[in-house]
């Protein structure tokens, strides 16, 4: 294992600077840190709570040297259609702004991050056609989707042009099923294996497959 997805919970808890060198002792780095975001209001922050709290976000990513950092953009909530996407896309070039010429990435998700029992359902936005051509036409080369993958979920069912997506900078995130040790695994090498095809001339190769726990 490289890389590691870290919370900003955990860093809190053990300090950026303490949780750095047990990594580096073991030869890890960061992948990417969540979460930050909900420019629309949608998970009890104001559109300028959030911005500044988008804005610590990005400082801490960038002393843990993390690849990404993940948005929560936050669902449509009360606003207009046009207001919401208006708000996130301030909010998340507010974001990049901040990080200024870093090669820091956000990640954006698709699907919600958070189980729904948790009533956090909120956290991600539905646009009204496809997802990763919402983002992809909403946003810079600087913010990329994260896909996400259930453990019972089918591959075919991904999002329309996912692997195009993956190939030029977005990541897929894989959300094992409890108790499912061995179709976790299946699921995780099948798309490992798929990942790992270079079907594009220009393709970096350069393909991330986070792996999260039960």
């Avoid at 911005?51 to 002393?63: K, M, P, T």
């Avoid at 449509?76 to 909010?91: F, P």
């Avoid at 995130?173 to 001339?201: D, F, H, K, T, V």
């Avoid at 393709?203 to 991330?208: A, P, V």
């Amino acid at each position: 294992m490289r890389y590691v997805s870290v919370r900003r919970q955990q860093v809190r808890l053990l300090g950026s600077q303490r949780l750095l060198a047990v990594l580096n002792d073991a030869g890890i780095r960061v992948s990417s840190l969540g979460y930050a975001g909900g420019f629309t209001g949608s998970l009890r922050l104001s559109f300028e709570d959030a911005v500044d709290d988008a804005a610590r976000a990005v400082d801490q990513a960038i002393e843990l040297s993390a690849r990404s950092l993940i948005m929560l953009p936050g669902s449509q909530a009360l606003h207009i259609r046009k207001h919401a996407e208006q708000s996130i896309r301030m909010g998340l070039q507010m974001a990049l702004s901040h990080a200024g010429q870093r090669s820091l990435k956000l990640l954006v998700p698709n699907e919600s991050l958070f189980c729904s029992g948790l009533g956090l359902a909120d956290d991600f936005y539905r646009p009204s056609g496809e997802f990763l051509e919402w983002l992809h036409s909403s946003t810079g080369t600087q913010v990329q989707p994260l896909i996400v993958v259930r453990g019972h979920q089918r591959i075919s069912s991904l999002p329309t042009g996912w692997k195009q997506s993956v190939q030029n900078g977005g990541v897929l995130r894989l959300c094992p099923q409890c108790g499912q040790y061995e179709r976790n695994a299946r699921r995780a090498r099948r798309l490992a294996r798929i990942l790992s095809q270079r079907q594009l001339s220009h393709d970096s190769g350069d393909r991330e497959l986070q792996v999260t726990g039960n």
